[in-house]
């Protein structure tokens, strides 16, 4: 496997006057004035081949007095990610023209940086507000927006030491006064006039007919947010023409927590147990690619044997998220919970195992800066062993037995939620959803990041695009994780587990990084932006969930209302990171 | 393309395996279902039978690394005095993600300089995330993980320094591993001093 090249085309040169090399220190991509984005943007697509775009983010600098929108764009046939930027004046109404045209995958993220920053991006088709509820005021992600418990713009903080008389948090900020409203609003007298007005406006306009002599009309459903198979706060509105979907959109932000903005007030070390939080499924691989990050910006290198150990409680965290899947998928389906314990008992093992290694089963706060934090111990590492080489693989084919060949569950499986591998790529879908499109994507061998080149495995790839598909390619890819697993396990090496000292403060230089790893669900990245403090100036998560839900409404449109539970089950969205 | 209702004849199959299983690998059990053993068998290799385990009868082994709400080490001095082994230096506080360390440092009434020792300690045990990094990064092994995560209560858990002091004993209970190796460390340390000193 080599290293692809990096793209030969200057843009600078392509588009004199309209493109600039981005020459500040630490950055690196191109600053397109915003005139000419989507002009460059399409050139970038179509001459260029980036025809995925994978990470939309806004970031405030206000001693500039500027607002930056950074993407980052990728080819399904591999390499890495192009950087690009567009900037505005810091003075409102911000407005950039939205690349939805372009790629249509940027329109859930072009709604949160729009809900977050305030950038109005002209042209978006449905521009309101994501995570937010419609009636908030100002823009959380603003550096001088203040949240209710605001204390200080950074951790860690002085009032805890040296003379830290303890105070509950909730006597600092009592309920009530812990959100910001606009001038004059009193939220007791407040009587919304249709709070749903915005909703329902971009929904598929209601229709009435007369079918065989009879009036008939659409129905608007709302399934959500207290449903269970929504496996969390998770709404979704749909227009039900008798029980096929016409239009259905998604609305989230119930458990919104603005993790982005705790992000900025931690210390870079601090964030690692927060990812954590993100997908709470996969522990173990949320930090990895925020310690690629920070590693890269510092000029980290991991020490050999933490690579491998990275590698192992990574595939061993998505063999279980993949076991999840199938059994919640199940219950959802309505076999009640046969298949869902069966599957956890092989998770609960696995977790026996993080839990031995990490202190904690599911918020295992594992990775570090260079490496991870402890080794795994003689007994632990016993037990991987035993588990990779004797148990999985009997386990996991009696879990194929039960389920793969119901022929209740493959009707309901087969040709339902198709989607198009050009859909599933301009809708930026990433993960195991894109490789059933018939889209060999995989960042592991696309763009590979710690010692995945070491290894051989395939890349499983299945065609039709439809619900089975996407259960055989994850059954596929466990076999896949085990092959990995079988190979690491033989060739780990004694060494240290962590690059220098231990420490809880981080000098990261001047700069901006992406990393990106293929999680279990799709491409996890984290954009991070230092300014040389002690705490990311900018830190951004580009979760799966979150993205892979954009092309719900594609795969939806024309089936039963049934059948959006098992579509929505196989997108594998976590309310922990679609939310943040 | 398939025989209909082979394929569920063959999922049934296994449940029935299954069914038929976990009434067998309990006769295997009888008189044992509470031992340490058959915990153990609960999360090898071979586990088969019965998954679940009938907490708060049966517990499954907390490991070593398990982290739960942090304590303070003390020492036992001579005459069973207390002998904290917090400095107050702050670090806990200070690497701690959610803020939930509140330490003030002692003073000397007739100096006014500060004494490496906490006069007051607050543990939020209700916004602390279980992380760990107290004990990850303190330098002088006073403040560790805990292995009770049986502290449930109706009010706010704010732990103040007395409930977070447990015995250097305690600690050596639950983490021998780590504290064979930290007595060691602190050893060599003192012996590196005292040769420096010589």
């Known amino acids: ?174 309920f009530g006064d812990n959100v910001a409203f606009k001038p004059g609003f009193d939220p007791d007298k407040w009587i919304p006039s249709d709070p749903e007005e915005l909703l ?128 919640m998928l199940w219950n959802d389906l309505g076999s009640y919970f046969t298949p869902a314990l069966y599957a956890f008992e092989e998770r609960e093992l696995i977790l026996d195992i993080f839990e031995a290694v990490s202190g904690s089963r599911m918020m295992c706060n594992y990775y570090r800066f260079g490496g991870v934090v402890r080794d795994i111990d003689e007994a632990s590492m016993k037990k991987i062993k035993e588990l990779v080489f004797d148990r999985l693989p009997g386990k996991i084919e009696e879990i194929d037995r039960l389920l793969s060949e119901n022929e209740i569950f493959v009707s309901r499986m087969k040709g339902v939620g198709y989607l198009s591998p050009e859909d599933s790529i301009a809708y930026s879908v990433t993960g195991p959803n894109l490789r059933a499109a018939g889209v060999p994507y995989d960042i592991r061998r696309a763009d590979p990041y710690g010692i995945y080149d070491r290894f051989e495995f395939d890349i499983p790839v299945r065609h039709n695009s439809d619900l089975l598909d996407r259960y055989h390619l994850r059954m596929d890819e466990i076999h896949q994780s085990l092959r990995i697993l079988q190979q690491a396990l033989k060739q780990i090496t004694e060494g240290p587990v962590l690059a220098g000292k231990p420490q809880y403060t981080h000098r990261v230089p001047v700069g901006e990084a992406y990393g990106r790893v293929e999680a279990p669900k799709g491409e996890l990245g984290y954009y991070v932006v230092s300014n040389g403090k002690g705490n990311p100036y900018r830190y951004h998560i580009r979760t799966p969930s979150f993205v892979n839900i954009t092309s719900m409404e594609k795969m939806c449109v024309g089936t039963k209302i049934a059948d959006f539970v098992a579509i929505l089950g196989m997108v594998d969205i976590v309310l922990g990171e679609l939310d943040r | 393309m398939y025989g209909y209702g082979k394929g569920i004849l063959k999922g049934l199959g296994v449940t029935l395996k299954r069914f038929v299983e976990s009434y067998l690998e309990d006769l295997n059990w009888i008189g044992k279902k509470y031992s340490a053993e058959k915990t153990a068998f609960h999360s090898s290799k071979n586990q088969r039978g019965t998954f679940t385990i009938e907490y708060p009868e049966q517990k499954l082994p907390t490991p070593e690394e398990f982290r739960f709400v942090p304590f303070l080490v003390y020492d036992e001095g001579e005459s069973g005095k ?55 990064y303190c330098p002088f092994d006073a403040i560790k993980m805990d292995h009770d995560y049986e502290i449930a209560s109706y009010g706010r858990n704010l732990l103040n320094k007395e409930r977070l002091m447990k015995s250097a004993s305690y600690y050596a209970s639950i983490r021998p591993l780590n504290n064979a190796r930290e007595v060691e460390a602190r050893r060599a340390k003192e012996a590196a001093k005292a040769a420096k000193a010589g």
């Open chain 2, 82 to 136: 207390k002998e904290i082994r917090c400095t107050s230096c702050g670090i806990c506080a200070k690497a701690c993600p959610p803020q939930c360390i509140w330490i003030v440092r002692t003073t000397d009434p007739s100096t006014g300089r500060p004494v490496p020792q906490p006069a007051e300690f607050y543990i939020d045990a209700d916004i602390c995330m279980n992380c760990g990094f107290c004990a990850e």
């Open chain 1, 1 to 174: 496997m080599t290293t692809p090249v990096v793209e030969a085309i200057n843009l600078a040169e392509k588009f004199p006057g309209k493109v600039t090399a981005d020459a500040r220190p630490g950055y690196s991509g191109w600053i397109i004035s915003k005139e000419n984005l989507v002009e460059v943007a399409t050139f970038i697509r179509d001459e260029m081949g980036y025809d995925a775009l994978t990470n939309l983010c806004a970031i405030d600098y206000l001693e500039q007095k500027m607002m930056e929108v950074t993407y980052q764009v990728f080819k399904t046939t591999g390499g890495p990610v192009l950087t690009f930027k567009a900037q505005a004046e810091r003075v409102d109404p911000i407005e950039i023209p939205s690349v939805v045209s372009v790629w249509p995958g940027a329109e859930l993220q072009e709604r949160e940086a729009y809900d977050l920053y305030g950038i109005r991006f002209v042209g978006h088709p449905d521009l309101r507000r994501i995570l937010m509820w419609e009636g908030f005021d100002g823009y959380p992600m603003r550096r001088d927006w203040k949240e209710a418990f605001y204390e200080e713009d950074a951790k860690p903080l002085k009032s805890r030491w040296p003379e830290g008389k303890h105070k509950l948090a909730e006597t600092r900020a009592t």
């Open chain 1, 200 to 327: 329902y406006a971009t929904l598929k306009n209601y229709k009435s007919e007369v079918k065989d002599g009879i009036k008939t009309d659409h129905v608007v459903v709302n399934m959500g947010p207290q449903h269970p198979s929504t496996h969390g706060v998770f709404r979704a509105v749909a227009v039900l023409d008798g029980e096929i979907v016409v239009s259905i959109k998604p609305v989230m932000g119930y458990l919104h927590r603005n993790h982005e903005k705790i992000g900025e007030r931690n210390t870079w070390l601090q964030n690692i147990p927060y990812t954590d939080r993100l997908d709470y499924f996969n522990s173990m691989y949320n930090a990895w690619s925020y310690a690629l990050a920070v590693e890269k910006m510092m000029g980290i290198t991991v020490p050999e044997r933490a690579e491998y150990i990275r590698v192992i409680m990574g595939e061993l965290s998505r063999i279980q998220n993949h076991l999840i899947l199938f059994g």
